[in-house]
């Protein structure tokens, strides 16, 4: 499969931009229901055979992860105009980005030995900029941890292992480095996203091991992790 950019273009001012004509007697245009025009672009590969785009910032940047030519998997940067630009891994052979900011500033994981089958396994969350390349981010004690998302003041998220075989959610912010967010009352936590205001959301697993329960948190700075509540189950 392909990474495919899908740009929707909808008229404005003076009314909805027109489909295409249709030649067929059976259109299935409706009258007065706003009708949209789209561009697909291909947006390729590393030379290998398949890519997957995972993130999008406000400026038209695209990160994902694609094929390369010696069947690795590396973490890749698009512009237009530029294409696709392959980030590199810590030290294996795959890596894969998961989010960017309007700055352009990736984060992602990346394997940080060359055989991750070996045990202990080993990948790092990383951040890529431009013109220094990737930055490993560290762990939590464990040898796991994982970026999910970067805000416009290049907070870092995610999760990691921890030195006791747990899972946690962290913060990471240069000049602090990586910051625990915990958990609430199980051992598993994972951040997936964060705003300029640096409120972190995601989830943690609640209850005694082999029955935990999947909770959706909110952490803000001075009052920590909290759970958000279900609907109507546990």
């Avoid at 259109?27 to 055979?49: E, I």
């Avoid at 992860?65 to 237009?80: G, P």
């Avoid at 696709?84 to 894969?96: P, V």
């Avoid at 396994?121 to 490993?136: N, T």
Wanted: proline fraction near 4%; aromatic fraction near 6%; include cysteine.
């Amino acid at each position: 499969t392909l990474v495919l950019l899908l740009s929707i273009l909808a008229g404005c001012g003076g009314g909805p931009a027109q489909p295409p004509h249709d030649p067929s007697p059976e259109s299935t245009a409706k009258p007065g229901v706003p009708q949209f025009r789209y561009n697909v672009t291909d947006l390729g590969t590393l030379g290998g055979k398949s890519s997957s785009a995972t993130a999008i910032n406000n400026k038209g940047q695209v990160v994902g992860d694609a094929d390369t030519t010696t069947n690795e998997t590396h973490a890749f940067l698009w512009e237009a105009g530029k294409g696709m630009q392959d980030l590199g891994t810590l030290g294996g052979k795959a890596s894969k980005a998961r989010g960017i900011n309007d700055a352009g500033q990736v984060v992602g994981r990346s394997d940080t030995v060359a055989n991750p089958s070996t045990w202990p396994r080993s990948h790092h969350a990383f951040l890529w900029e431009a013109g220094s390349g990737l930055r490993r981010l560290g762990a939590l004690g464990g040898h796991v941890s994982i970026a999910t998302a970067i805000n416009n003041k290049g907070q870092v998220v995610g999760y990691a292992d921890t030195g006791s075989g747990e899972q946690h959610a962290f913060l990471w912010q240069a000049g602090s480095g990586m910051k625990d967010l915990g958990t609430v009352h199980g051992r598993f936590s994972e951040a997936t996203a964060i705003n300029d205001h640096a409120q972190v959301v995601g989830y943690v697993y609640d209850g005694p091991r082999g029955s935990e329960v999947r909770h959706a948190f909110l952490w803000e700075a001075g009052s920590g992790l909290r759970r958000l509540g279900a609907l109507g189950g546990h």
